[in-house]
T-cell receptor
Framework: RKEVEQDPGPFNVPEGATVAFNCTYS??????FFWYRQDCRKEPKLLMS???SGNEDGRFTAQLNRASQYISLLIRDSKLSDSATYLC???????????FGSGTRLLVRP | EPEVTQTPSHQVTQMGQEVILRCVPI?????FYWYRQILGQKVEFLVS????????KSEIFDDQFSVERPDGSNFTLKIRSTKLEDSAMYFC?????????????FGPGTRLTVL
């Protein structure tokens, strides 16, 4: 079983649409959770951390379900500039490393 | 805004040659990392470095790899004898503290091509 699993997509949506990505992780000892964004041939950049209570940052909402080991990202009112690959990332307790999913590709069309 | 920098942006080398990839982490950060991403695949952790020693490494980080902080600003990854399968994008990252509570900032990467 993969450590962090994501639907690869691509999700092809019109501008203004709402789109949701899901992610599951295998290690119940995972402690910290993140969504990163990666543009083509660029470095990953932190989009937002994911907290147990859920959190929102403008058009982006992240949710965590520890019981189901499931993380989600909701993007409202999609913009063309949201087109990118969204990486689900997990950190395990007492570990230095980030564990990346393979990413979900989003294409926002005019 | 402070950023992680990496040089070179692209390195082409012959199989069996040694390469050194260079990184300048953000100046007040204490934790340093190398990750790699083979084309079309996920980002994979290689090694973390803290207080002048390796704090954690993955199975990928075998005896062919080494890291060093030769001075107060640079952080390097050396691959002693490159293989074709070492071709990848190598990202350096740094953070103020441990991964859980502190964002890891990534550099723009070095694309390594082994011929």
């Amino acid at each position: 079983r993969k450590e962090v699993e994501q639907d690869p997509g691509p999700f092809n949506v019109p501008e203004g649409a709402t789109v949701a990505f899901n992610c599951t992780y295998s290690n119940s000892a995972s402690q910290s959770f993140f969504w990163y964004r990666q543009d083509c041939r660029k470095e990953p950049k932190l989009l937002m951390s994911v907290y147990s209570s859920g959190n929102e940052d403008g058009r982006f909402t992240a949710q965590l379900n520890r019981a189901s080991q499931y993380i989600s990202l909701l993007i409202r009112d999609s913009k063309l500039s949201d087109s990118a690959t969204y990486l689900c990332v997990v950190n395990e307790e007492s570990s230095y490393k980030l564990i990346f999913g393979s990413g979900t590709r989003l294409l926002v069309r005019p | 805004e402070p950023e992680v920098t990496q040089t070179p942006s692209h390195q082409v080398t012959q199989m069996g040659q040694e390469v050194i990839l260079r990184c300048v982490p953000i100046s007040n950060h204490l934790y340093f990392y190398w990750y790699r991403q083979i084309l079309g695949q996920k980002v994979e952790f290689l090694v973390s470095f803290y207080n002048n020693e390796i704090s954690e490494k993955s199975e990928i980080f075998d005896d062919q790899f080494s890291v060093e902080r030769p001075d107060g600003s640079n952080f390097t990854l050396k691959i002693r004898s490159t293989k074709l399968e070492d071709s990848a994008m190598y990202f350096c990252a740094s953070s103020e503290g441990l991964a859980g509570g502190h964002e890891q900032f990534f550099g723009p990467g070095t694309r390594l091509t082994v011929l």
